[in-house]
């Protein structure tokens, strides 16, 4: 039998059906939102009861200090506290509500192991590096990601080998500046969501394959008779 379409009435009632079910979500939504800030409110008042309680020795858990190279991302029952990092300086924190995460803004140096590396014109070479960093926003460096140290030192090594691999032999030896250029662009793009900045990328040392080493002296130095030849003649 062919099916029959519904009427314009049928539609409408419908969707008036339906209605209920997305209204239904949405008071519960509200319902748990106002029962989380309703168990945050009697928590923290609670927690400031204990303070007052155990005062003065409870000053020696709520007052922390940070240095000026330092920030502190408060979590306040799992939510970031102010929308930004406290310190230099002192401030106050709630004992058994507040878990704090310490961020050091200074300028990290790691070193890229050596990797080996297949260059475009199929040479195979062993290159490492160094990598200059630092964290910019504390509060993305805690929330978007692990471990930013530890991330951005991995992904320098698998970019290195990315990019050296697009190089051929006389481009890594030759062109060092725009390859450590490119490289720090790469990184710096992909590490801001991470509140990374990566300052510097230097490509330290190229080693090559000891036969290639004794072909190119070879190839120089029959260079060099060839050009004190033309000179004797």
Not at 13 to 36: C, F, L
Not at 116 to 133: G, H, N, Q, R
Request: hydrophobic share 45%; net charge neutral; proline share 4%.
């Amino acid at each position: 039998m062919a099916s029959v379409a519904p009427t314009g009435m049928e539609a409408a009632a419908g969707g008036q059906r339906q209605a209920p079910k997305s209204g239904y979500n949405a008071d519960m939504t509200r319902e748990a939102s106002g029962g989380s800030v309703c168990c945050t409110i009697i928590l923290t008042i609670l927690s400031y009861f204990l303070v007052l309680i155990f005062f003065p020795l409870s000053l020696l858990f709520t007052i922390k200090i940070v240095t000026e190279y330092q920030r502190v991302v408060i979590l306040r029952l799992g939510r970031v506290m102010g929308g930004r990092a406290k310190g230099p300086g002192l401030f106050f924190i709630l004992p058994c509500l507040d878990e704090l995460k310490q961020v050091d803004l200074r300028t990290v140096v790691y070193d890229v192991p050596p990797q080996e590396i297949l260059t475009k014109d199929s040479v195979t070479v062993t290159v490492d590096a160094v990598l200059y960093f630092r964290i910019f926003q504390p509060i993305l460096s805690v929330t978007n990601v692990t471990d930013a140290a530890h991330s951005t030192w991995l992904l320098a090594q698998t970019t290195l080998r990315n990019v050296l691999g697009t190089k051929s032999l006389q481009e890594l030896l030759t062109h060092r500046e725009e390859i450590s250029q490119e490289m720090q662009t790469i990184l710096d793009e992909a590490t801001d969501p991470w509140g990374v900045r990566v300052e510097r990328v230097e490509v330290k040392d190229v080693r090559l394959p000891k036969q290639l080493q004794r072909a190119m002296a070879a190839e120089a130095e029959a260079a060099r008779e060839a050009r004190a030849k033309v000179i004797a003649a």
